[in-house]
Nanobody, 115 residues
Framework: QVQLVESGGGLVQPGGSLRLSCLAS????????MAWYRQTPGKERESVAT???????NYLDSVKGRFTISRDNAKNTVYLQMNSLKPEDTAVYYC?????????WGQGTQVTVSS
């Protein structure tokens, strides 16, 4: 079992920045592919950014050039640096971990972009 705890969400003005963090409870964290998803009411959860155990990354087209996913295996933590935030980035952001047939979700953290 892996527990994922997100932090760093909040209210920010358009054009601002936030950094989300996700702390994993498991010591084999480095083996896991990690991702950030987001969801708004009435819509399906969508993948925002992914990072493999080897460090390869992939991004949703609408966040490319603005968001950066990274991981610190020594700290069992994955980050999502979000710059130039837009109102349409408002959502609950979830951390996700996957290794072979195992997958886990965090509880989510709210990000609100509004003036």
């Amino acid at each position: 079992q892996v527990q994922l705890v997100e932090s760093g969400g909040g209210l920010v003005q358009p054009g601002g920045s936030l950094r989300l963090s996700c702390l994993a409870s498991r010591s084999a964290f480095s083996l896991y592919a990690m991702a950030w998803y987001r969801q708004t009411p009435g819509k399906e959860r969508e993948s925002v950014a992914t990072i493999t155990s080897g460090g390869s990354t992939n991004y949703l087209d609408s966040v490319k050039g603005r968001f950066t996913i990274s991981r610190d295996n020594a700290k069992n933590t994955v980050y999502l640096q979000m710059n130039s935030l837009k109102p349409e980035d408002t959502a609950v952001y979830y951390c996700y971990a996957q290794f072979r047939s195992l997958s886990y979700w965090g509880q989510g953290t709210q990000v609100t972009v509004s003036s």
